[in-house]
């Protein structure tokens, strides 16, 4: 069983499934920040664009670990 990550093709472009993940986890990572600003807790945190980077690495991690399933 061959469980590494092939690119994807989409109309004869091939896309490296990190870019994906990458891409996907900033939209999850704005989507949190948003949240979390309507909320109100972005006033708890001193820096907000490093804790955005960061949420967005998080994002990547959980999300590359579920790439090879693709």
Known sequence: MNIMPHE???????????????ITAYFLAALFTSIATK???YKYVVCPAVVEFA???????VLSQFVYIF
């Open 55 to 61: 949420f967005m690495i998080i994002f990547i991690g």
């Open 39 to 41: 909320l109100g807790w």
């Open 8 to 22: 994807i093709a989409l109309s004869d472009v091939y896309f490296p499934p990190l870019l994906l993940v990458g």
